[in-house]
Every structure is written in C-alpha cells, then in structure tokens.
C-alpha cells in the first residue's frame, strides 16, 4: 500500500477519518503505524496528500487527511482486452489500473471460454476492490471505469467507434515493434489470439498491428510491454 | 505450454523421445494431444522443432522429435535483481526467462529482508522448475544462468565489473526515461528501493538512473516494463 485510499463515508462530521477494514490491518499489523504517523493518502476519486494517524488499535484508525496536490495524470490509453480466463483477469486489471488506464473493456472473442463470463470475479464489488488495491499500489486515486461486452460483432458495430480514441492499436506478434503514441486505443486478443475475422474487423475501423517481438509472454506481461512501450 | 522441452534423458536408443511426468499429462489432458497429432517442441539447450505424438496415454508419451531450426536469440540484456520476497521471486524469474534474458543476478541490498535468503523458492531444483515454464511459454530452449550474491559490497568490488556487460542502467524513478538499448546491464532494487549509497556504488561503475515514469509498480510489472522499453 503505497497511498491509503480513503472515501467520503471513511469521514466523520468532525472532518477526521475513520477506518476500520483492511486498510486499518495493514497500517497497524503491516506498517506499524502509531499515533502521529505520516502517511501519503488520497481521496478517491479526489485529490492525494497526507495522513495522520491520531489513534489506532487493530480494529479501527481514527486519522486526519490533508490534500495537497491532484493525483496523477491518467494514461492517454484505452484497453480493448478479450475477457482473459479469472486468475488472469485480476493480474489484467491490475496491470491495466496501476498505469494509470481509466477505460477497460473486456469483450468476447471467438477463443475465449464461454465460463469466464460466468466466473464471480467478474461481480462489480471484486473488480472495484482489485481496482483499489492497484491505486494504492500506483499512488492514484481516479478508478478507471470497467466495461464489459459478451458478444464481438455488437459491440465493434455499434462500440467501438464511441470508446476508440487516438491511435488505434491491436496487439499482435506479426505487426510493427510498438512505440510511443500520444493519445491511443489498444486491442489485445485472448490467449491463441484474435481469428483473421476479428483481426480485419479491427483493421476496418483503423487499428494498426503493433508487437512486443515474437516471444509469446503472459498475458500480463505482453500487457505491461506493450503499455510501456506506448505510453511515456 | 507453447512449447514442449525435451532433454536429452528423455530419448531412447531408438532415437524417440519418451516422457511420464507434468509434460505427459499436460499433453493428455490439456492439450488431449493423440497420436499423429504434431506440436511445437525443443531440445533443452539446442534446437527447436517439431514432435509427432507416437502413442500417449495418462502415464507417458512417446514421440519421435524433428529438430528445424535455432531457438529464439537471446536479449542482450543482463539482469542484476536485488532479492525479491518468495512469490515475487517466481514472477521475476518467469518475466526475465520468458523475455529472453539469459544471466540473472540476484543480490541482496540493505532492503532486502534476511529471511528471503532462507526461502525453499531459492533451491536449484524449483529455481530450474520455474525456468522451465518461462522456456515453454516463449518458445525457448536455452536455460538462462541464474546466480545469487548474498553480500551487497563484495559483490559491487569484486563481480560487477565483470557481469556488467553493454549499457549500464539502473532502474530508478527519478531516472531519464528508459528506452532501447543494443546490449545493456538493468539492475533494480528491492521494494522500498537503494539506499543512496548502493545508488552511488553502482553510479560509480557506470550506472545511469532509467524510469518508466512517477507510478510504483509491482517489481514484476516494473521489470517486464523496463525490458520493453530497452530491448526491441
């Protein structure tokens, strides 16, 4: 926990803060916070600054924040992502909300497995706490927001031209070696990648091939290489 | 498994290959691999081919191997990873192998804990297991070398110099931003980062401060970012 996310019902009329969940675990048993201690907080979807703990014990923290600056800058970076298989997911919108990304659609493509939709992981409250946990990893405060679109031909005919903003790119082992975009929307397909049909449907709308080089890598990591390689 | 890796203990006088452990039941029951069926394989160490199932049942495989071609280049880049706790430990070494990288240095620093030393995940066996994996899922046959440096001063006086090979970069996020490399040395540091004096020890043999920008990622997602951005 680099940041301790904090939201407008953690404050009590008197303007402190109080938590008791497991951000109050971590700063007692994990961090060891006692009274007095400073730490970098931020209101979610609000501004970052800093944390005192005035009282703490493992069950609740009582604490008054302090804003003073605006979180980071977002990622100029939209995610296309075919619903990877659940314990990916998390590693997904981990990578994807620790960089700063604040629009993920996940949609379905021909290689993806019919069960993944129906995976608990997928329940809004498990997203939003995985989207937490990598604010607090990245010091952000701004929750990207999640979408998602069970089925391929619907959501390029009717989606794809609202959500794609910049350079449109589509992740693929034969395309050019990513690099630096200024504004850009990227695509990457399920494990055993997008068919032929998928790809020239993306390519209809203006999506470009780009690459990481041919080794196949997890998916989370060909995600974090090619989010490095195209934004600064 | 994008790849299977055969040793040369698996071979027969007959000059097939016979196989009985996860890699036979890999093939039986995930891939539901019969005979006459063709997939990519590769000799540990040498050539990558193509094996054609010869018979396969729960218990072993038989297959006869047709070598084609060589394994993927390495990428030029040495790795110098201060010890990461145990399951980041694992992440890290599928990222470095996976993306090519053929020595890894493991060090400790003064943030490193002492327990992470003791870990079970540092034995050769699991370190070679893990490893393996990383050959599989990019298509590579060629082990790389991993050491382990239990002192942070010795280290920097008597191996640096010698390891070091190509542009010396040190991961860092006050650093320039990171970008490609012919032939480079990354060395990163443990969560919490180098303390001034290892910055300046490796400052003084060559090393120039690399980022990929203001957010803290997890060490493994920090990794494969760098690695895309020096390697092409």
Known sequence: ???????????????????????????????????????????LGGKCGTAEILAIDETQCRLVFTAEKEPPAPAPLVLIAALPRPQTLVKVLHCAASNGIKKICFIHTFKVEKSYWSSPRLAPETIREELLLALEQAGDTLLPEVKFFRAFRPFVEEHLEEIASGKRLLGDPAGEAASFAENATLAVGPEGGFTDAEKR????????????????????????????RIVR
């Open 201 to 228: 449907a993306f390519r209809e709308h203006g999506f470009t091939e780009v690459s990481l080089g041919k080794r196949t890598l997890r998916t989370e990591f060909a995600l974090q290489g090619l989010i490095s």
């Open 1 to 43: 926990m680099n940041l301790l996310l904090l939201e407008e019902k953690d404050f009590l009329s008197d303007g402190t803060a109080r938590i008791s969940d497991r951000r109050c675990r971590q700063l007692h048993d994990v961090i060891r916070a006692t009274p007095g201690k400073l730490c970098k907080a931020g209101i």
